[in-house]
């Protein structure tokens, strides 16, 4: 088994949450990322502005289980662009440079 490097993770959920997944639980199962990695790679991502956290507490009233929701940024999407484009320079594809 290849174990993914943190940048991947880090691409990964990026990407997860770009293509249009917000809840946690839904960018934890995109991702394939345990829920205490996710939560801390979340605080961190928000804390260097690369993903919002959106608090929904008074939006749904409906819905109580989820009371956070996450968009990506431009600076977050701008880490995504980078990285797709160096990885498209050096010819390597992602499962090329795991260990």
Do not use: C, H
Not at 35 to 44: D, F
């Amino acid at each position: 088994m290849v174990r993914r490097s943190k940048l991947e993770m880090w691409l990964d959920i990026l990407s997860t949450i770009k293509s249009g997944k917000s809840k946690p639980t839904r960018i934890m199962y995109g991702a394939n990322v345990s829920w205490e990695a996710l939560q801390r790679i979340l605080g961190s991502m928000a804390s260097r502005g690369l993903v919002r956290e959106i608090d929904t507490r008074n939006v749904r009233k409906r819905d109580k289980r989820t009371t956070r929701r996450y968009e990506i940024t431009q600076k977050g999407e701008n880490i995504i662009r980078y990285f797709k484009r160096t990885r498209g320079l050096l010819g390597l594809e992602i499962s090329t440079i795991r260990r």
